[in-house]
T-cell receptor, first 114, second 118 residues
């Protein structure tokens, strides 16, 4: 079945460092791919998405490119800030059943220090 | 924007008791809501899909009689963990589909409930 694997955290960086959080997926069809972010005490928020191969999603300085050949959707940011500290979830859509179910990775906690 | 309010954020209960978790859509009508469960260091696992006015659709392996889902109105879905046991301790999170049948942009999440059964 469909699944998502993302790198374990926590990831600890200094402010202005480069960020990469790896995400790979297994899917039988052609899923859409997402990154969600959860700040402390808040719900999950959609950070970015890509719906087909070679699409690049971007938002708030974060980017991820849908790579079908490597089944990956790695999250990157050139210069992180303390305010980026959160848990990041990679996810794919599974349209089975007609409800567009989301399948999540385990989440990666990012801690950015001044 | 669309907000989903989930309560309580944390609950501790004794083994054998039942716990109800509420998920409310504050400024929109949610005909479909989703309930997820997350174990430490594991993925969010979809437990069930609840539809207003009809029975919930449970994922394989989820006990219907243990995790009772009610979606009696367009703004409220509840998850009741019946006869809770320590293995039910987990993080539960709800999600609402703002526009049924639309794309994934329509998903908004509650802030989750940390359940601890002692």
């Amino acid at each position: 079945g469909n699944s998502v694997t993302q790198m374990e955290g926590p990831v600890t960086l200094s402010e202005e460092a480069f960020l990469t959080i790896n995400c790979t997926y297994t899917a039988t069809g052609y899923p859409s791919l997402f990154w969600y972010v959860q700040y402390p005490g808040e719900g999950l928020q959609l950070l970015l998405k890509a719906t087909k191969a070679d699409d690049k999603g971007s938002n708030k300085g974060f980017e991820a490119t849908y790579r079908k050949e490597t089944t990956s959707f790695h999250l990157e940011k050139g210069s992180v800030q303390v305010s980026d500290s959160a848990v990041y979830f990679c996810a794919l859509s599974d349209p089975a059943g007609g409800y567009n179910k989301l399948i999540f990775g385990a989440g990666t906690r990012l801690a950015v220090h001044p | 924007g669309a907000v989903v309010s989930q309560h309580p954020s944390r609950v501790i209960c004794k083994s054998g008791t039942s716990v109800k978790i509420e998920c409310r859509s504050l400024d929109f009508q949610a005909t479909t809501m989703f309930w997820y469960r997350q174990f430490p260091k594991q993925s969010l696992m979809l437990m069930a899909t609840s539809n207003e006015g009809s029975k919930a659709t449970y994922e394989q392996g989820v006990e219907k009689d243990k995790f009772l889902i009610n979606h009696a109105s367009l703004t409220l879905s509840t998850l009741t963990v019946t006869s809770a046991h320590p293995e039910d301790s987990s993080f539960y999170i709800c999600s609402a589909n703002i526009d049924p049948g639309a794309s994934h942009y329509g998903y908004t999440f509650g802030s989750g409930t940390r359940l601890t059964v002692v």
